[in-house]
């Protein structure tokens, strides 16, 4: 099973930016669609962003990122993205990234992933 670690998290302003990271340990990357996801404590995981196998390939989002999130990948470096813009208190979670195995539902259902990295944590303060 693929290994995936997050990191860029921090605590950042309300307006501010951060980028996330989120690097695989091994070459296969580059066949798997891939799913950016957060977690507070006490609340269900809910989708953020996903992108399909290719480097360039479509990207989807969950309607609260209304154009502030933007997904990538470079599978050249088994690297995928979440540039992250005009931070809001609301967004302070636990990010995590997991590989899509299954296409048995929507891609927005954590259960089509797997391999989930442990998450990095990004603080809004107001």
């Known amino acids: 099973q693929v290994q995936l670690a997050e990191s860029g998290g921090g605590v950042v302003q309300a307006g501010g930016s951060v980028r996330l990271s989120c690097v695989a340990s091994e070459r296969g990357f580059s066949s798997y669609d891939m799913g950016w996801f957060r977690q507070v404590p006490g609340k269900e995981r809910e989708f953020v962003a996903a992108?399909?196998?290719?480097?360039?390939?479509?990207?989807y989002y969950a309607d609260f990122v209304k154009g502030r999130f933007t997904i990538s990948r470079d599978n050249a470096k088994n690297t995928m993205y979440l540039q992250v813009n005009s931070l809001k208190p609301e967004d302070t979670a636990i990010y995590l990234c997991?590989?899509?195995?299954?296409?048995?539902?929507?891609?927005?259902?954590?259960?089509?992933?797997?391999?989930w990295g442990l998450g990095t944590q990004v603080t809004v303060s107001s």
């Open positions: 997991a590989r899509r195995v299954r296409y048995s539902a929507s891609r927005y259902s954590t259960d089509q992933y797997d391999s």
């Open positions: 992108i399909d196998s290719w480097s360039g390939g479509s990207t």
